[in-house]
């Protein structure tokens, strides 16, 4: 067996899809909260976050799906029931 290098580095992209928990929130369409999201090397990141622009204000403690981003702010909505996980 020969040794490799291996990583565990994922791009803002990678991130879209998930789901997290809103650590500092209301999410609404101002200022960004931030968002805790957990990617699949189960490394943690904190995100600042927006509620999408139809959406009514996310309030903190809620699970969200990350649905797109701009720059370094994404944006989230409401995790469907099926999706949603407590160890975000």
Do not use: C, K, W
């Not at 879209?16 to 928990?21: E, K, M």
């Not at 805790?36 to 999408?52: Q, Y």
């Amino acid at each position: 067996m020969v040794p490799r290098d291996e990583s565990y580095a994922v791009t803002l992209d990678d991130l879209v899809g998930l789901t997290g928990r809103v650590t500092v929130g209301p999410l609404d369409q101002g200022m960004p909260g931030m968002v805790s999201v957990t990617d699949g090397h189960r490394n943690r990141h904190s995100l600042r976050a927006v509620a999408a622009p139809e959406e009514q204000a996310i309030q903190q403690g809620a699970e969200v799906l990350l649905v797109e981003r701009t720059g370094h702010v994404f944006v989230a909505v409401p995790a469907p029931a099926t999706l949603a996980t407590s160890s975000s």
